[in-house]
T-cell receptor, first 111, second 114 residues
Framework: GQNIDQPTEMTATEGAIVQINCTYQTSGFNGLFWYQQHAGEAPTFLSYNVLDGLEEKGRFSSFLSRSKGYSYLLLKELQMKDSASYLCAVRDRNSNYQLIWGAGTKLIIKP | DGGITQSPKYLFRKEGQNVTLSCEQNLNHDAMYWYRQDPGQGLRLIYYSQIVNDFQKGDIAEGYSVSREKKESFPLTVTSAQKNPTAFYLC?????????????FGDGTRLSIL
């Protein structure tokens, strides 16, 4: 079956670095997306990985290991506005290429 | 500016009533999607449409219906058969067949039961 696991909640300090993990189990992996969602708002796209390795985009980086079914989102120089939920989604060939979503990780930034 | 517009932002449904959620996009995207978001759960796909006049059921289509008569519009009807409709509903769109392209989301409609 399909399964995506993320920690429910994490806390970090302003200015620090945090790593949010995502593990997945799917037989038809075809890419992984990370989204940011502030409470009550729309998810916004952060990053996309389909090959193993690190994709860097400013303060945010995303890593993928297909053999381990594992990804992480790395946020550097944390700002208060980074307090949000971070959603991991996997595209599955065996689900007509639709996205399978994790429940999201709520990140709380403290001063 | 291009984007996705959902309306209304808040909606209340009475017992036995059907309600329709609007979703309009001007991104010229072929594919459109409806998701339901409940606390502590991932987004769940209700219906999706890859082209005009065609749509497919997602994982939780029971109690919902859609239409896709125009490329820009993908309205969702929550019927009285949906016994637990209280949730945050998100509409999204994307380019069709380009798997590295993300889905773009509207601001959502929060539906509650009166």
């Amino acid at each position: 079956g399909q399964n995506i696991d993320q920690p429910t909640e994490m806390t970090a300090t302003e200015g620090a670095i945090v790593q949010i993990n995502c593990t997945y189990q799917t037989s038809g992996f075809n890419g992984l997306f990370w989204y940011q969602q502030h409470a009550g708002e729309a998810p916004t796209f952060l990053s996309y990985n389909v090959l193993d390795g690190l994709e860097e985009k400013g303060r945010f980086s995303s890593f993928l290991s297909r053999s381990k079914g594992y990804s992480y989102l790395l946020l550097k120089e944390l700002q208060m506005k980074d307090s949000a939920s971070y959603l991991c989604a996997v595209r599955d060939r065996n689900s007509n290429y639709q996205l399978i979503w994790g429940a999201g990780t709520k990140l709380i930034i403290k001063p | 500016d291009g984007g996705i517009t959902q309306s209304p932002k808040y909606l209340f449904r009475k017992e036995g009533q059907n309600v329709t959620l609007s979703c309009e996009q001007n991104l010229n995207h072929d594919a459109m999607y409806w998701y339901r978001q409940d606390p502590g759960q991932g987004l769940r796909l209700i219906y999706y449409s890859q082209i005009v006049n065609d749509f497919q059921k997602g994982d939780i289509a029971e109690g919902y219906s859609v239409s896709r008569e125009k490329k820009e519009s993908f309205p969702l009807t929550v019927t009285s058969a949906q016994k637990n409709p209280t949730a945050f509903y998100l509409c999204a769109s994307s380019l069709r067949g380009q798997f590295n392209q993300p889905q773009h989301f509207g601001d959502g409609t929060r539906l509650s039961i009166l």
